[in-house]
């Protein structure tokens, strides 16, 4: 055994000594009385908000278009209060899933936390990049459907965790206190609003680019990974390669492949084609198919698996063509059979999937991955591989903060809708019922639905355990 590399060559010593730094530099500035509510400097909770005024004239400027933007803003209010119903309902089903899951199969607590570089489906320059722009936009966005309702912005700054985590705009209280409960609402929605335009836009971009510059090599199963000493490795697949047909069947997914391969028998030995990245084109030859218990060591031992086919190889989940139709457009795609559930409409099961691709290990594009496509245009293949994981970040991260900041729990902003509609309700049901009672029940059912939104998102973890 080697020697035991030094402690300063861990990462988790280096992020243990940031956030130790981190909060001596911020107890050093609160002691010395430069970190106040009324003073540049201020805290939320652990994070450090460096406020200032500049920046104020500009969303004046833009928020002088008020008649356009308060559509904007009441376009947004329907929309935060449909994701707000849409979200605690999915949570509501995830809490329930997950009682029924063993507890092998619990998903880890990495995978709560949407912050690139931890959750490992996110990948931290394309993550920072998409989460960066999402909250300084959707901060901006309260900032100025304020300023279109009559309602001051105090200040804007930037939120510091050892390194500038998101923006912020500060609205005047008392204005907001003042406002209309639809001016107010307004503003609460215009960050759900800003994040959900995001996301269009950037998947029109992201479909155009797709669209025009990427084309699959060849229609079938991409190779992941080939098993050494086994038919497609005698035949030279290689990753990167395309199974196009196989036993005089065109393959264009892994669901015909595994059909194709149920009705053959091990030691069988079958026409195979297949798109070579090493020969630059298609490839017409012979396999001799194994039996997949010797290659799977989940299936050594079991009597069935000695009966089954078995040509080699890793596939991706998805093919190339399924893989650029979901980017291109997912209401549309030929999905190749997939569903969830089997029963799911084909518009929902590709939007579904383009949410879920980052679990497919195909995304981000590039790598392996990469070969399986010719691209064309102006920036190259690296370049363009580097522009589609942009915008499918921008996309997935922004529908990400839409959605999430819909529910109704504070501090989000679906909280802030959540009190007015309740409000309201109480009032027209009630209306003779004094205002600070109003105020107390929706103040007590705010408390009770976020820490309901608490529960059901930490059952999903805990709820395989119990």
Known sequence: MGRPLPFWTNGYFWLVALLLAYGLIVYALWKSGRVGADKPLSLLGPLLMVKTLRGRKAIERVARFRRAWNVFGDVGIVLAFAGMVAMFALLVYGAIAASRLPA????????????????????????????????????????????????????????FLVVPLGAFVEQDEEDMNAATRRRRDRVAA???????????????????????????????????????????????????????????????????????????????????????????????????????????????GNRTAQRLAFLGIQEYPLAPQVLTGILVDPFHADLGGLSFRGNFPSPLTGSLLFLALPGTQMLPLGGTVGQFYTVSGPLGAGGTFVLVNALYWLVWINFLLGIFNALPAVPLDGSFLFRDIVGGAIKRAQPALPQPRVDALVGGLSVLISFTVLLLILWEFVGPFL
Do not use: W
Not at 106 to 133: D, E, M, Q, R
Not at 235 to 259: H, K
């Open 104 to 159: 092998s199969e619990a998903p880890s607590l990495s995978t709560a936390l949407s912050i690139p570089g931890l959750n490992p489906l996110l990948p931290l320059g394309y993550g920072l990049l998409a989460l960066v722009v999402g909250v300084v936009l959707h901060e901006l966005c309260h900032g100025v459907l304020a300023r279109a309702n009559g309602i001051r912005v105090k200040s804007l700054g930037v939120l």
């Open 190 to 300: 215009a960050g759900v609003m800003a994040n959900f335009a995001l996301a269009v836009i950037f998947f029109l971009a992201l479909s155009a680019v797709v669209g025009v510059s990427v084309q699959p090599k060849a229609a079938g199963v991409g190779v992941a990974a080939v098993f050494s000493g086994s038919g497609a490795s005698n035949a030279t697949l290689a990753p990167g390669d395309i199974v196009t047909g196989l036993n005089g069947t065109l393959t264009p997914d892994a669901t015909v492949l595994g059909q194709v391969l149920s009705q053959a028998r091990p030691g069988e030995t079958v026409p195979l084609s297949f798109y070579s990245q090493a020969q630059g084109g298609t490839v017409e030859t012979s396999v001799t198919l194994g039996a997949a218990s010797a290659y799977l060591p989940s299936e050594r």
